[in-house]
């Protein structure tokens, strides 16, 4: 017989604490995705009983190691049957999991009328407050079942849900009150506040007159007031993991002094300033002769830009960042194009640039949500760049989560710059941010990077342009 069964102590805690809501968490390798999964199964058995888990977008749920990945190791043991094309589980008395995706704000809407009993975020800090709170009315159930929410976060000192949690946090170190861990309080929404209490006859007291709308009449308290809960995690309360990868640990203790405090010791302050993504002196310069063969070059567009006027004197640029990469992993910024214009000089200069580029370089352009970012892209490729091998990118997460990857690369030196015009200011922005207001080179630098490296591996190989 096998046993399934959280490990002693947080995972233990998380799976069987009463609140409403829990969250859970706060450091990487804390056993969060494996508690989060392993939820639902209680009430497998309950032929009505729905429940989804999300992630910010689908890419993050089908990733190798992911929800979808992990989900195959356990609930086969159970005799679930798995519709991966709708990434949905259907255990044998008809309980249905699902794993969806809220890649894009408007993305919650399309759960509107939906009655889920159990819902899950896995790593709730990607999501947007509005997202949780809109998610939490589609929280219901007909099969017997109190809904509930469940969520699992690493430490962002950036997000919402830092102040969601924070009764739970040391506003001066960061980090857990251990004491508070799994402490139960209340609250309920008063327009875009929150109002906190130990009960919810304390919560009920605070806001009396939100309990006076007609429209909340006949509803019962524990409908219009939530309890909630944090309970901290790291990896040390892994126990599982530390025997099986024991490597991981290692992986965490080489990271940035930044990341190390927030995904090894989950400090819920600690965040990136100026000069924290990247130093001008991690960038070596190099000539044209010293340009080396590469394997794939891609020319990245950022077209947020608009033209410089009274209204506003100091709007977003355009970039087309031309990017190189070797077989050694080793990236090339070969080209940064600049402009703040409307889109008919916007559209001149993609077409210029990629005339200049030839028709072996790929035309990357990020593609803003909804089905306009789409028609964008279609009506470009048709017309503008007719015959270059253009496409739009979908971009998802914030932008300095976008940035981590090729600011990692960055500090081991793996990114050099071909000598240009264009090597200071293109510099100054990357140095100052995410604190220096602009940020458009950095989009640039991030989306090439992010593009070229899941892609490296098709083995098409440029010339120096």
Request: with cysteine.
């Amino acid at each position: 017989m096998i046993a399934i069964k959280p490990q002693p102590g947080p995972q233990e805690m998380f799976l069987t604490s009463p609140a409403d809501i829990v969250i859970y968490g706060g450091s990487a390798g804390g056993g969060k995705t494996w508690g989060l999964l392993l939820e639902p199964l209680r009430h497998i058995g309950l032929s009505k009983f729905t429940g989804a888990i999300f992630r910010r977008d689908t890419t993050q749920i089908t990733n190798p190691g992911g929800l979808w990945d992990e989900s195959n190791n356990l609930y086969p043991i159970l005799n679930a049957e798995p519709k991966q094309y709708k990434l949905s589980w259907t255990f044998p008395s008809g309980a249905t999991l699902k794993f969806g995706h809220l890649q894009y704000e408007k993305d919650k809407y399309s759960w509107q009328g939906s009655q889920i009993a159990f819902i899950g975020f896995d790593e709730l800090t990607h999501f947007s407050k509005s997202q949780f709170f809109y998610m939490l009315s589609r929280n219901r159930s007909t099969c017997g079942i109190r809904p509930y929410v469940r969520a699992t976060c690493n430490a962002d000192a950036t997000s919402w849900v830092r102040q969601l949690i924070g009764w739970w946090i040391d506003s001066e170190t960061g980090l857990p009150i251990k004491e508070r861990a799994g402490i139960i309080r209340y609250f309920t929404r008063d327009g875009e506040s929150l109002v906190w209490g130990d009960t919810r006859k304390e919560v009920k007291e605070q806001a009396s007159h939100i309990f006076e709308k007609k429209e909340l009449q006949g509803l019962k308290d524990e409908d219009i007031i939530k309890s909630l809960t944090f309970i901290p995690a790291d990896i040390y309360d892994n126990e599982e993991l530390l025997k099986k990868d024991p490597a991981y640990l290692a992986n965490l203790m080489a990271l940035t002094e930044i990341d190390k405090k927030r995904l090894l010791d989950g400090n819920w302050n600690v965040k990136y300033t100026a000069g924290d993504y990247f130093k001008q002196q991690w960038f070596e310069i190099v000539d044209a002769h010293e340009l080396p063969e590469f394997t794939r070059v891609v020319r990245y567009w950022d077209l947020a830009s608009t033209k410089v006027s009274e209204e506003n004197s100091d709007p977003d640029w355009a970039i087309g960042l031309k990017l190189g990469m070797t077989e050694q992993n080793i990236g090339y910024v070969l080209d940064v194009v600049r402009l703040r214009a409307n889109p008919p000089v916007i559209e001149a200069k993609l077409k210029q640039t990629a005339e200049f580029d030839g028709k072996n370089i790929e035309i990357v352009i990020e593609q803003e949500p909804g089905s306009e970012g789409k028609l964008l892209i279609s009506n470009l490729s048709r017309s503008v760049l007719s015959g270059y091998p253009a496409r739009g990118q979908p971009s998802s997460g914030s932008k300095e989560t976008r940035a981590k990857l090729v600011s990692a690369s960055s500090s081991r030196g793996e990114i050099k710059l071909l000598r240009a015009p264009w090597n200071s200011p293109f510099l100054a922005v990357l140095e100052q941010f995410p604190d220096g207001g602009h940020d458009d080179d950095v989009d640039g630098l991030s989306g090439a990077y992010n593009y070229i490296t899941k892609r490296r591996n098709a083995g098409i190989h440029f010339g120096v342009i």
